[in-house]
């Protein structure tokens, strides 16, 4: 979601956020992906949340395919 939110984002500074020596003096960070680039998150670290909630919702899936099996089988031993 950083990566909506800062993607071509401006950023600006207050006058207690410049570093340097006046009159010399810069906002250190101007745009979101600095930011982005700062906090080391590139764009291939963006997949890895997608892909790892994919592959939970894959699992649970599974998973509960296989119980479910497995109680149909049990009810269906026990009926005859």
Request: aromatic content about 10%; overall charge negative.
């Given at each position: 979601m950083l990566r909506n939110e800062y993607t071509g984002l401006q950023l600006y500074c207050t006058a207690d956020q410049l570093v340097g020596i006046?009159?010399?003096q810069v906002c250190p960070v101007t745009t979101g992906e600095q930011?982005?680039?700062k906090l080391g998150l590139t764009y291939d670290t963006m997949w890895q949340p997608?892909?790892?909630l994919?592959?939970?919702g894959l699992f649970y899936r599974l998973?509960?395919?296989v119980m479910l099996q497995?109680?149909?089988n049990r009810?269906?031993?026990r009926a005859t």
């Open positions: 006046p009159p010399n930011e982005l680039a997608a892909l790892i994919l592959a939970f998973t509960g395919l497995y109680q149909t009810v269906l031993s």
